[in-house]
């Protein structure tokens, strides 16, 4: 009998639950449903209020009459970051030593705290080298605890996690679509994913999910909705991309802020194509890749009224137009009265999480296991000793003979890692050779060297219809006063500011409108500071052997 778990994901308004075949190709979901998150409860990936979530999973759970308490969980979160890398060619058993080599390459951030999987993307060829191309995970170990801490609280036990941008691709993978462009629009990210020839060669996750068309939504009275819940069930009535919903007492008054309003949710739900058409551009033009296949719109997102036809009038590409029910089954589920139909197109991300997950384990849970096996070992050898030990009296020839035997082994292991040291030993010659000058340049290096650059970097984030009023540097710190249209714009340049490596610790302290209602602008402060440990644009580009497409990228 297939084994069956409940794969979750945790939203944070929006939870949606599977029972799912376990490591099929092509899962079957035998039961599904969605509940509201506890407010609260959820935030970046982290279960906050343990207590409130767990009995809320576990009331649904027993409503459905689901008794498998083994999970898969979705992790969805910013702080989980992607990169893209290619190596020489190796063997599979050496791939993981090698990327510990070279971890602090490939990521710009500490990762002693993150736990890092690796799955092969495909072999490529590049100035007529070849070589093998990578996607890493880094998942914060900090998310892995919360969650088996909250998995002992609830009474669950967990398989093993998938993160966001895998486990849909994985399915449609599954079902023979070996050339397709995967846009996947969720509540807190997009992720949009390019397979050509049944292998993933580009990935990239965008921290702007439909919850931001929903809190636009929530902004204006207008639309008479009071939380998250009822703006989702708003916009997938009334179609606001493309139609004027209509409102009672239409008095002139009334219908110019329903105007408005009207067109500040439609400049966030066009921004989704802005984020697709961004990494198109980026997949076509700056990597030189070629597209081949159709777009699968998948997600919750699409669900919205209107979100797929702008696709379809909008994206150059065609746009996949068979049910997604070929690819996963769900005619067993048989939803409770109450209960939000199930569709296909929010539930590809379930039933692929159960397929080839990136199956990571906390540090805690990796270190008690090496505990276990450790023991283990010591009591085999423990035993085996004393065996020997008697062979040995009988025997002293036994003796040489295991000894030589033993040497024969260890010099097959040395000659077995010698190419790690022969890597590490290269790196560590080219490094010293600069060494001298990296010492002159840090010594006479000052953050005003960077502010030409920097200067680009803001002028290129900062989105249409906002100005800069003024510019501040003092040490460190830098302040710049914003004036801008929409509210919306705010939220745009704080988040494409965030990826100018040359600043950090970006924040909006407050914005403000000003007292003359004529006036339809937002003035507010972006506050930052020079970032001491970025790198120069010109060394980044010599680093060809690895790609960046963190989760948290957007153009």
């Known amino acids: 009998m297939a084994k069956k778990v409940i794969s979750i994901e945790a939203g944070v308004w929006l939870t949606k639950v599977g029972l799912v075949d376990y490591k099929k190709t092509s899962p079957k979901i035998y039961k599904a449903f969605t509940f509201r998150t506890p407010e609260h409860a959820v935030e970046d990936g982290y279960i906050r209020d343990k207590e409130s979530f767990a009995n809320t999973l576990i009331n649904e759970l027993e409503k459905h009459q689901i008794k498998e308490r083994t999970a898969v969980f979705t992790l969805v979160s910013s702080k989980i970051v992607t990169r893209e890398i290619e190596i020489p060619p ?269 199956d990571v384990k906390s540090k805690e849970i990796e270190e008690e296991r090496s505990r276990s096996k450790g023991m283990h070992t010591a009591y085999v050898t423990l035993a085996a000793c004393v065996l020997i030990s008697v062979v040995l009296i009988l025997s002293s020839s036994i003796r040489q003979f295991l000894a030589v035997s033993h040497q024969k082994e260890l010099d097959e292991e040395i000659s077995k890692m010698s190419y790690i040291e022969e890597v590490y030993n290269e790196n560590k010659k080219a490094r010293e050779s600069e060494q001298k000058y990296e010492v002159v340049d840090a010594s006479t290096s000052t953050n005003n060297e960077k502010f030409l650059q920097l200067l680009g970097e803001c002028e290129s984030s900062l989105p249409k219809g906002s100005k800069v009023r003024s510019l501040q540097i003092q040490g460190d710190s830098i302040s710049m006063n914003i004036i801008s249209t929409k509210r919306i714009q705010a939220e745009r340049l704080l988040m494409n500011l965030k990826q100018v490596e040359l600043i950090k610790n970006v924040s909006i302290p407050a914005a403000a409108q000003p007292e003359e209602k004529k006036k339809k602008s937002w003035e507010y402060t972006v506050m930052a500071e020079y970032n001491s440990d970025s790198k120069d644009k010109s060394a980044d580009e010599n680093k060809s052997q690895s790609t960046d497409t963190s989760s948290t990228q957007s153009e």
């Open 90 to 358: 190796v063997k599979e058993n050496k791939v993981e030593s090698i990327i510990k080599l070279q971890i602090n390459d490939y990521f710009p951030m500490d990762v002693s705290d993150y736990v890092i999987s690796h799955s092969k993307m495909g072999d490529i060829e590049k100035d007529g080298r070849k070589l093998t191309k990578y996607m890493l995970v880094a998942v914060p170990n900090s998310i892995l605890s919360n969650h088996y801490s909250f998995s002992e609280y609830a009474g669950i036990k967990i398989e093993t996690f998938d993160y966001i941008g895998n486990g849909a691709v994985q399915l449609l993978k599954s079902s023979r679509q070996s050339n397709f462009i995967a846009v996947q629009l969720e509540e807190q990210s997009t992720v949009i994913t390019i397979v050509q020839d049944d292998k993933i060669k580009f990935q990239r996750v965008t921290p702007y999910g439909f919850e931001n068309t929903l809190s636009s939504l929530l902004d204006y009275d207008i639309f008479g909705v009071n939380d998250e819940y009822e703006a989702y069930q708003y916009l997938m009535k009334n179609e606001l991309a493309y139609r004027m919903p209509k409102i009672d007492n239409a008095d002139e008054g009334r219908v110019a802020a329903l105007e408005s309003a009207v067109e500040d949710v439609r400049d966030s739900i066009s921004y989704y194509l802005n984020v697709v058409n961004t990494a198109l551009d980026y997949y076509q033009n700056q990597l030189g890749g070629r597209i081949k296949g159709e777009v699968c719109l998948i997600g919750d997102g699409f669900r919205l009224a209107g979100i797929k036809k702008m696709f379809e009038n909008e994206i150059s590409l065609p746009i996949h137009s068979l049910d997604y029910s070929t690819f996963v089954d769900i005619k067993n589920n048989k939803a409770l009265p109450g209960d939000e139909p199930v569709s296909t197109v929010s539930f590809l991300s379930i039933a692929g999480a159960t397929i080839n997950p990136i």
